[in-house]
């Protein structure tokens, strides 16, 4: 029987092993400072929406028709298997940031290597390919690829500085200097990842590896500690004081998106350094749902509610060593630290709502003074509601009363406040407060969706989309963008600020109007819609299908008033 069990106990540990190495197997070819990481389930992906239903889309055709792009080229994006790529197994992009220098790459597995460098080949015949071991090295003036039988890297530059494929350096002339031809330096680059140990990679990370290990069509990694070193060098006077890398010390934010039947979602989490964290855990408490309650729900087109806990919020700033800069600022005022603490629960409110767009004029000045050009356009407009839970009155109005002071009274001008011993709140409309506090209760229909969380949000793109629609519908190319967009888009939650297995999570969906079909092929419908008419009209202006497709109708009316009411730059 003991055998039996240690027998058991060696297979669950070998499992256990096994398990781990998968999970952190998608990181050992990453380095450790990678600052952005974008990793594609394209197994997940291709059997939600397969090549097949992209190569029936008006955009796809349209390119393969080109006469420009070599029937090698055409051969192989109609069969991407014979690329030599495993689509089966994640593709993988991330940029790395060394000071101001960077490179993008791409990583993925192969199926075939011989067919992988016949692709390559068909891509860039007059390219050289080397061998460095087991390593093959495709290399052109601007990127260079590397692979062996199971994996490949594509390396190139991302810094903007990279000036027609070459470093280049400012002398003392103020002539630019070439340096080393950028390939050189990306192959040493390429070469590195595919021997990159452990210590130097996201393989024995546990935060990529929990990343990794969450079900969904695509992750995604940022580390902001690695995106802003080196900016806060230099930075003058106070904000050189302020300890602001305790926001940055292991910052790092990850996504998990996934595509289901009628919606996106995403569920996020935020890592911060130990210090804050230790402050962030002891939040307590979920958004104030009475607050929501007291909203009007006709017309309400977005609502965002808060809590945190303001004891928090006063050991943050003392983390940050802001504290004495505050407190003597305040001290002039007969106020301090402790006073906005007590003057608030830590419940906030924003909403918006009754968006409209009204008519309105702009007078310009011409070639003369005298010639005054009158333009005539839309403007959107809405009524915003700012609320936020007194704690304690005295404090709070002291708080309210330094604001006014701050502003000159500038506000008062076109804001209206009111406030009890419970809320105050301030709005561009004196209905939208009086109604705030009316004693009305409404329980909204978004609402079950986003209590119980200290955060929550909601946007109703359908009313939003309906308020433009005078905008969107000026021409028959107008209304086209303007129904597929009204057909596609319904709303958006969410949700979070839990503090769970060391950092705070976050979770948004993106609700859409058809919730039976799965929106990753509702999107490729969209962008194919969307592609044609802008397709089209390039033909039916004579020019290109690719060329500046992308180029919004607004550049060419704001040209032709220029034009017409001959305005100075």
């Known amino acids: 029987m003991k055998y039996i069990k240690l027998i058991s106990l060696i297979g669950l540990f070998s499992i256990l092993i096994i398990s781990c190495s998968k999970k952190n197997n998608l990181g050992k070819m990453i380095p450790k400072e990678a600052a952005v990481i974008v990793d594609l389930n394209t197994k997940s992906l291709l059997s939600k929406l397969s090549w097949d239903e992209i190569k029936k889309t008006y955009w796809y055709n349209e390119l393969m028709s080109d006469s420009t792009i070599p029937a090698t080229s055409k051969a192989f994006i109609d069969d991407l298997a014979k690329t030599g790529i495993d689509l089966k197994s994640d593709m993988v992009f991330f940029v790395l940031k060394s000071n101001n220098d960077g490179q993008a790459v791409l990583e993925g597995s192969l199926k075939d290597s011989k067919a992988f460098s016949d692709f390559l080949k068909s891509l860039h015949p007059n390219a050289t390919i080397s061998k460095d071991g087991e390593l093959n090295i495709f290399k052109t003036d601007k990127a260079v690829i590397g692979w062996n039988d199971e994996r490949f890297a594509f390396v190139a530059n991302s810094d903007h500085r990279k000036l027609h494929g070459r470093d280049m350096l400012n002398d003392s002339t103020n002539n630019t200097v070439p340096l080393a031809p ?28 929990k990343l990794a290990e969450e079900e969904g069509d695509a992750h995604f990694w940022l580390n902001i500690n690695q995106l802003s070193k080196g900016s806060k060098q230099g930075m003058p006077g106070m904000a050189g004081m302020v300890k602001l890398d305790k926001f940055l010390e292991d910052n790092i934010s990850t996504a998990t998106i996934n595509f289901q039947d009628g919606k996106v979602t995403a569920n996020k989490k935020q890592y911060l350094g130990k210090e804050l964290s230790d402050i962030l855990k002891k939040g307590d408490g979920n958004i104030n749902t009475d607050m929501i309650k007291r909203l009007p729900s006709q017309n309400l087109a977005a609502v965002f509610s808060l809590h945190f806990t303001p004891g928090n919020l006063l050991e943050i700033i003392k983390l940050t060593g802001m504290d004495g800069f505050i407190n003597l600022f305040m001290a002039q005022e007969g106020l301090s630290l402790d006073d906005i603490v007590r003057a608030t629960k830590g419940d906030i409110l924003f909403a918006l709502s009754d968006v409209t767009m009204k008519d309105d004029t702009v007078n310009i000045k011409g070639s003369t ?3 005054i050009v009158s333009n005539y356009y839309q403007k959107s407009d809405a009524t915003f509601l700012f609320a936020v839970a007194v704690g304690d009155k005295d404090a709070f109005n002291k708080l309210i009363n330094l604001s006014k002071t ?28 009086n109604k705030y506090f009316s004693g009305t209760q409404i329980n909204s229909d978004f609402l079950s969706k986003i209590n119980d969380h200290p955060m929550g949000g909601f946007i109703d793109l359908q009313m939003i989309l309906k308020v433009l629609q005078t905008q969107f519908t000026k021409d028959s190319i107008g209304k086209v963008y303007y129904d597929r967009n009204l057909a596609m888009w319904n709303n958006i939650y969410i949700t979070g600020g839990e503090f769970k297995d060391g950092g705070l999570v976050f979770n948004s969906e993106l609700n859409l109007v058809d919730k039976n079909t799965n929106s990753l092929k509702l999107l490729n419908k969209y962008i194919d819609d969307v592609s044609k008419v802008m397709i089209e009209e390039k033909k039916k202006n004579g020019q290109g299908w690719h060329t500046e497709i992308n180029k919004s109708p607004a550049d060419t009316v704001i040209k032709k008033n220029f034009k017409n009411n001959k305005l100075k730059k």
Request: aromatic share 10%; proline share 2%; with cysteine.
């Open 369 to 371: 003074k005298k010639d």
């Open 406 to 433: 701050m502003g000159k009274d500038m506000t008062q001008k076109n804001t209206f406040s009111k406030s009890d011993d419970k809320y105050f709140a301030i709005s561009n409309s004196q209905d939208a407060v």
């Open 182 to 209: 950028p390939s050189d330096n990306l192959v040493s680059v390429c070469k590195n990842l595919f021997s990159l140990s452990n210590d130097n990679s996201l393989y024995e990370n546990e935060k990529f590896a």
